[in-house]
């Protein structure tokens, strides 16, 4: 066991911004004695660790800095997940109750028996189950500075609260906490699902449905263009990365309103170019030629009438200025294509010469 009070006591009272002075008036003790707390020279006793402790919000364990090194605690944590991924949640939730017996201040065992019991409940709609999550998922809260996963995070078990809620019937609770923690609009598109569901709340729905619909056109086009980098690395095959982008191309151009100039063409315009290169890459020469032509004949047609638009079916007209687009592809759409075909011209060196060729009859 390793204890780390007195690095700790300095740490949570510079992380509130009082001075010795300050905290020793706060527990009715000399600052001297404060500070010998903190060089480490003398203790506090076990009232005034427990006043501490509450004082900042947190558990005697982690004032303490209490680390369980036990190999029973490492192997407890690996069979919880083992169980939860093999779905065996009636053993699951038995080790999960003892486990929290034996360890009742482990962040790490509040956390996986809440998902134990978060996934056991998502999956035969067991309110039982969602209620102990939900317990342990708020005892995890309580125990977060033992966190040491940077994929574990207050906004991420929040928002599993929140969808424990919602099965639970806690409508209000659960609308309140996706809210709450709808970080960068992360929670736009379940919301805008619950709203609707809503009849009070169903006005709100369209505005988060809108919203998140627009934040996922860029990343669509990220995710082709990652699965074409890693094609174009040898590391991803390049049949199923055009088949990606043609899925994609199908979806964004559905999404246009029909006869409308649409900044969307500037994102479908690359994705063809991304087309032609993997064809090309799969040495199918006249696939190529005719994604890279649909990829001009595209550019032309934006060039000719820019908008920074993206004119979508499912966005209400009278909310133009949110479906505005920005893109770093460049001010013409044709220039985007010249640019990625040009960092790629060593190995699409015939894609390059058509496009030129073309550029060179329509000017």
């Not at 063809?272 to 994604?291: F, G, H, I, Y």
């Amino acid at each position: 066991m390793q204890v780390l009070l007195a690095e700790n006591i300095r740490r949570l009272r510079r992380d509130r911004h009082l001075t010795q002075e300050q905290l020793a008036e706060v527990l009715g003790v000399a600052v001297g004695t404060v500070s010998k707390w903190e060089s480490g020279s003398s203790t506090p006793d076990l009232a005034l660790i427990m006043e501490l402790a509450d004082f900042f919000g947190t558990s005697v364990d982690v004032l303490l800095g209490y680390r369980q090194q036990s190999t029973s605690l490492v192997g407890t944590l690996e069979q919880l997940r083992a169980l939860r991924d093999a779905r065996q949640y009636s053993e699951g939730r038995r080790m999960a109750e003892k486990a929290v017996k034996q360890f009742p201040n482990s962040f790490d065992v509040a956390y996986q028996g809440a998902m134990l019991y978060d996934m056991a409940a998502l999956e035969s709609r067991d309110h039982t189950a969602a209620g102990r999550a939900k317990e342990l998922y708020t005892r995890a809260l309580e125990l977060m500075e033992q966190n040491t996963d940077p994929k574990i995070s207050r906004i991420g078990i929040g928002n599993r609260l929140a969808n424990l809620a919602l099965q639970l019937g806690e409508t209000g609770r659960g609308l309140a906490l996706l809210k709450q923690n709808n970080v960068e609009g992360l929670n736009d598109a379940l919301l805008g699902q619950m709203l609707a569901k809503q009849p009070e709340f169903q006005s709100e729905a369209p505005e988060y449905l809108e919203t998140a619909l627009l934040r996922l056109l860029p990343q669509l086009f990220s995710l082709c263009m990652g699965y074409l980098n890693l094609a174009g690395a040898g590391s991803f095959d390049t049949a199923d990365a055009r088949a990606l982008m043609l899925l994609v191309i199908q979806f964004l151009d559905g999404l246009r309103q029909p006869g409308v100039g649409s900044a969307l063409d500037k994102y479908l315009t690359a994705l063809w170019c991304a087309c032609a290169m993997m064809s090309e890459q799969q040495r199918d020469t006249a696939q190529a030629d005719a994604d890279l032509r649909r990829a001009y004949l595209l550019a032309l047609r934006y060039d000719t009438a820019p908008t920074g638009t993206l004119a979508l079916r499912f966005v209400r007209p009278a909310q133009p200025d949110k479906a505005t687009a920005f893109d770093d592809f460049g001010p013409t759409a044709r220039s985007g294509v010249e640019e990625v075909l040009k960092d790629n011209g060593a190995d699409y060196p015939r894609l390059c010469s058509l496009w030129e060729e073309w550029n060179y009859e329509n000017d």
